[in-house]
């Protein structure tokens, strides 16, 4: 294994305190070529995909990235801005918005660095320039409020596969999840109050998760649990009954089971039995992305509708409103407590 030298380690200034959020990722620019490179790097986590590694490479490179790239480039050109990605555009404002507030709340040098697990900006890079900048405190704050080990473990490990080549390593501290925190539910919940307040009220209020495969359920991912849970504490907080919403899960790939309900499945069948309005939110998403923007906002309204239904809207994600943000600053400072930077002035 080849280290880093760090060997002036002691002799650099003291860089403080480094913080890193961290989201899912996206290509760099809505084209084949660009999606191939992202799904390739996507679907090779072992994380993500767990087949047996030489078949699913058979697979990967032999069908799905001869296929999926092109279609799915398509989908990216009609959510694509002029800041680029919309998942990008967003998280570099909450990056910015999150610095702000933690120079004001923490002492001393604050970075908030922002990383994305696949694509650009790579968790390597971004660690490399924290260490070029002398990080002595490093908080890892990846950006899903419900933990799976297809997304957060899987921040972990890239997080720590660079660490290791590191001869000398900053103090590390991990957010792990934060699905039923009273101040997340509360700024859902007012997302989710104030757009009814203004938009009107559906029948149904759906709240679609991304889904996992059913057998990573079935071998311990708390995932499906911890989603129940978000939507339990939100719908109690709104004062719902039952009959006013649901829970569902988007975003299946591959021919085995995933959990279920299934959000497309879901909305079929309620636009057939006579649902005419449904109002849908992804709580799983700290920012807007393909998988809100494009397959829920555009695809499974189409669906909705053509099964029957009248009216379909998307409630946006947190993305970098304020109460958001204070919220993730919250987080942040909880998880640096006793360390200098958190210490009373």
């Known amino acids: 294994m080849k280290y880093i030298n760090q060997s002036d380690q002691l002799n650099q200034p003291d860089g403080g305190l480094g913080i890193v959020i961290i989201n899912l990722g996206t290509p760099d620019a809505p084209t084949a070529a660009a999606v191939r490179r992202y799904l390739a790097e996507f679907l090779s986590d072992p994380r993500v995909v767990a087949i047996p590694k030489l078949i699913w490479k058979i697979i990967l490179h032999g069908i799905v990235l001869r296929v999926r790239p092109k279609r799915k480039a398509e989908d990216y050109k009609r959510i694509w801005t002029e800041d680029g990605s919309p998942l990008l555009a967003i998280s570099k404002r909450q990056q910015l918005a999150l610095q702000e507030i933690l120079q004001s709340r923490l002492q001393g040098n604050i970075q908030v660095a922002l990383a994305m697990r696949y694509g650009t900006p790579s968790i390597a890079s971004v660690l490399q320039e924290l260490r ?96 129940h849970a978000t939507a339990n504490r939100v719908v109690e907080n709104l004062g719902l009954n039952r009959e006013q919403w649901h829970l569902s899960f988007q975003s299946r790939f591959g021919a085995q089971e995933w959990v279920k309900p299934y959000t497309m499945e879901t909305l079929k069948q309620w636009g057939a039995e006579g649902i005419e309005s449904v109002q849908v939110i992804c709580p799983a998403f700290s920012a807007d992305c393909l998988e809100t923007l494009e397959e829920i906002a555009e695809e499974n309204r189409d669906a909705f509708l053509q099964a029957g239904g009248k009216s379909y809207t998307y409630i946006p994600a947190l993305n970098d409103h304020p109460e958001h943000m204070q919220l993730l600053a919250d987080l942040v400072c909880n998880h640096v407590s006793g360390w200098p930077e958190a210490e009373p002035t």
């Open 132 to 227: 070029q900048k002398n990080v002595q405190r490093l908080l890892v704050f990846p950006l899903y409020p419900q933990y799976s080990a297809t997304t957060t473990a899987s921040i972990f490990d890239a997080v720590t596969g660079e660490l290791q080549r590191w001869r000398w390593i900053p103090e590390l501290r991990f957010i792990q999840r934060y699905h039923d925190q009273p101040d997340y539910i509360r700024v859902l919940s007012e997302s989710i109050r104030t757009y009814r307040q203004q938009a009107g009220e559906a029948q149904k209020l759906l709240f679609s998760f991304h889904g996992i495969p059913k057998p990573y359920y079935q071998a311990g991912d708390p995932y499906p649990d911890e989603c």
